[in-house]
């Protein structure tokens, strides 16, 4: 499974964004798709999670500011972030699973760097 991701740049506080990840190659066996995001000096944290039943999962940070959904046709997943705060600036991170030969993998993506600020 590979992912590409896009979307992040530069935006102001109070704006939004929308990062999207998009899937090839054994897309077939992706159980779920979503986004981790780090900042500097920072651990790692969930922002969201999509499975293939539809369940959601929101990291604590941005719920209420942020909307995950997803596309079948297009193996892609969408991140909107909304009213963006300065301390909302990361590395957001794409991520999948998949159950490839019997067994759960995760596959990350590259990251794409959202920076808000004035």
């Known amino acids: 499974v590979q992912l590409q991701a896009s979307g992040g740049g530069l935006v102001q506080p109070g704006g939004f964004l929308r990062l999207s990840c998009e899937a090839s190659?054994?897309?077939?066996?992706?159980?779920?798709m979503g986004w981790y995001r780090q900042a500097p000096g920072k651990q790692r944290e969930l922002v969201a999670s999509?499975?293939?039943?539809?369940?959601?999962k929101y990291g604590d940070r941005l719920m209420g500011r942020s909307a995950i959904s997803g596309d079948n046709d297009k193996h892609t997943v969408y991140l909107q972030l909304n009213n963006l705060k300065p301390e909302d600036t990361a590395v957001y991170s794409c991520?999948?699973?998949?159950?490839?030969?019997?067994?759960?993998?995760?596959?990350w993506g590259q990251g794409t760097l959202v920076t808000v600020s004035s």
């Open positions: 991520f999948a699973t998949a159950i490839i030969g019997g067994a759960i993998r995760g596959y």
């Open positions: 190659g054994s897309v077939s066996s992706i159980t779920g």
């Open positions: 999509l499975n293939n039943d539809r369940s959601i």
